[in-house]
């Protein structure tokens, strides 16, 4: 009647075994460590690097205590955080801008416990801290971009209504259109004006009205008719509040893409934003990701590459209509000023291999607007060169510039001049989490400490400690043995929760905290409930053995029905909470699970091996002796 089966037993004890495991990463702390990463996504880190790293530091009379080296990045542990900070200045100083130095904590978890999967849990800013972003949104490239997509925009609209014009460029704040018509000019403006009353040029909807969204000037020379078009005050901010929020969504995917969990990122005043990743342990790859740009822009080369040409470009001299740009061998290229394309039309970017030549590439998918337009631009210029453009921290380059051989139709478009697999990967993923509608620089970066200070830390985890004590003692007293089972069975839950979080590598924040300790007292509630019943089949006169069983049968339908639903309402918050009610939602509903699972299994496991094997018994130790007389 109340004996396990061995399986019963195998699962209870493999689930305490694999529990220790994924746990005692946890108590093996972290070291302050930098991280090395080169400026350029998918270059490798030499030997060399290493070498003179090492050799720089023990010059500085810094001493390491670790050094892990991958492909692509360093790390090197230290004691303290001031050797980590020392060293991060002689590393900055010694290797320049080709290489990014990060701040970073690193566990000091043993490599047969990583090998397991086994690796600590993360601590939210609150608790551990992490790292802070100060990005700030550069508003010239904002008016710039504004006005190339206005432009771009025009052109094509002035084709498809086939509207006569001879000349169209970008005096600095100003759009200048000449026409031989006047009826042409009148056009472009109800066109223009169209525009302003339904969309911003980054796409976002608006209530702009003519007079708000846009200011004409017309003058007429020589019998040319001249439209300039410059955007109000109010458009222009309108503008930037919508880049700032693109941003503020593609930084979201990018964090995403980078699996931080529950990060904070927030507009502050009306051109920054503020991104803190809480338990981050790749700094230097956040940083790396969220720092560049990754606008990519589709333009044609100039019909004109003459090496006459190219040099009074290179001389600051370039044609009318066309700009300087070189490729990454350094070739100097004469690329058009008009932007046929720009990441905004990807929904999709993956890496991949050309199966041709086996190079590197990125597949990527357009739109259905940007399909169109693309199809368009390949149909009428089969025969000449697109370039590519990858704008990264204020430089741009080329990165590929084929020949158009036929019309492109579907969407689909390969990017080749991938230097490696791992470039690829990177462009993709910035690619994929989506283009920023204007470039952002980090103008501030800092490892942040614990929000609530060591104390109040301290305070979080002892007042978690005591309540374990005051219910242990509690139960031990009022329910003797049977308390005392209850008690080893909370213990084994607290450990299955904190090897839980571990394993899915969750966010443990001040919060969460309080959700264990809610947890520990909603635990011993199923053990009361089941000790009560066995002391009222006691009182009935049943057996204790029978008592035992029929405690265990009867209390489960109430602990279920009470758990479940406090299992819906932590759902609810975890489904429509943020930050840090999710944060809590996460162990809560986490910790109703283990406590279940250590209530009925763990608890019924130990109190059938104590009394299981047992034919008589006269007296069960649940707080009174209950005696029984076995006829």
Known sequence: MNQFSSWKYFVIITTIILGIIYTIPNFFGESPAIQIMPTKAGEKIEVATLQIVENELKAAGIKTIGTIVEQNNLKFKFQTAEQQIAAKSVSEKILGNEFVVALNLISNSPQWLSSFGALPMYLGLDLRGGVHFLMELDLSKVSERKNDGLLSDLRRMMREEKIQYYDSQINGSTIQIKFKQKGDLDKVKDIVRDMGSGRSIFGGKGPAKETEAFTFLETENAGEHILQIRQSQYADEDTVSFALKQNLETLHNRVNELGVAEPIIQQQ??????????????????????????????????????????????????????????????????????????????????????????????????????????????????????????????????????????????????????????????????????????????????????????????????????????????????????????????????????????????????????????????????????????????????????????????????????????????LALFMFGSGPIKGFAVVHVLGILTSMYSAIWVSRSIINYIYGRKRKINALSIGEIYKIENN
């Open 269 to 570: 005043g009306k051109d920054r934003i503020v991104i803190q990743l809480p338990g981050v342990q790749d700094t230097a790859k956040a940083k790396e990701i969220l720092g560049r740009t990754a606008i990519l822009e589709m333009k044609m080369l100039s019909d004109d590459q003459s090496p006459e040409i190219l040099e009074r470009a290179e001389s600051g001299k370039a044609p009318a209509g066309t700009q300087l740009y070189k490729d990454r061998d350094g070739v100097p290229m004469l690329v058009k000023k008009e932007i046929i394309l720009t990441g905004e039309r990807i929904i999709n970017a993956g890496p991949g291999v050309d199966q041709m030549t086996g190079q590197s590439i990125v597949s990527i998918t357009l739109d259905g607007s940007g399909a169109n337009i693309f199809k368009q631009v390949t149909r009428e210029n089969v025969g000449k060169r697109m370039a590519l453009i990858l704008v990264e921290k204020n430089s741009a380059e080329v990165i590929t510039s084929p020949v158009i051989k036929s019309e492109i139709g579907g969407g689909r478009v390969q990017i080749t001049g991938m230097e490696n697999t791992q470039e690829a990967t990177d462009i993709a993923l910035l690619l994929r989490a989506g283009s920023l509608a204007a470039p952002m620089e980090i103008v501030e970066e800092r490892t942040v400490g614990p929000s609530m200070g060591k104390e109040n830390i301290e305070r979080g985890v002892n007042s978690t400690l005591w309540g374990f004590v005051a219910i242990m003692v509690l139960m031990s007293v009022y329910y003797m043995t049977f308390g005392i089972v209850s008690v080893v069975a909370l213990s084994f839950n607290l450990l299955f929760l904190v090897a839980l979080l571990s394993a899915i590598q969750a966010t443990l924040t001040l919060p969460g905290l309080a959700a264990i300790a809610l947890t520990l007292g909603m635990a011993i509630d199923a053990n009361v409930l089941i000790n009560e019943r066995i002391r009222d089949e006691i009182r009935n006169g049943n057996t204790p053995q029978a008592s035992i069983h029929m405690g265990y049968e009867k209390a489960w339908g109430t602990i279920l029905d009470s758990n479940i639903t406090t299992l819906i309402a932590g």
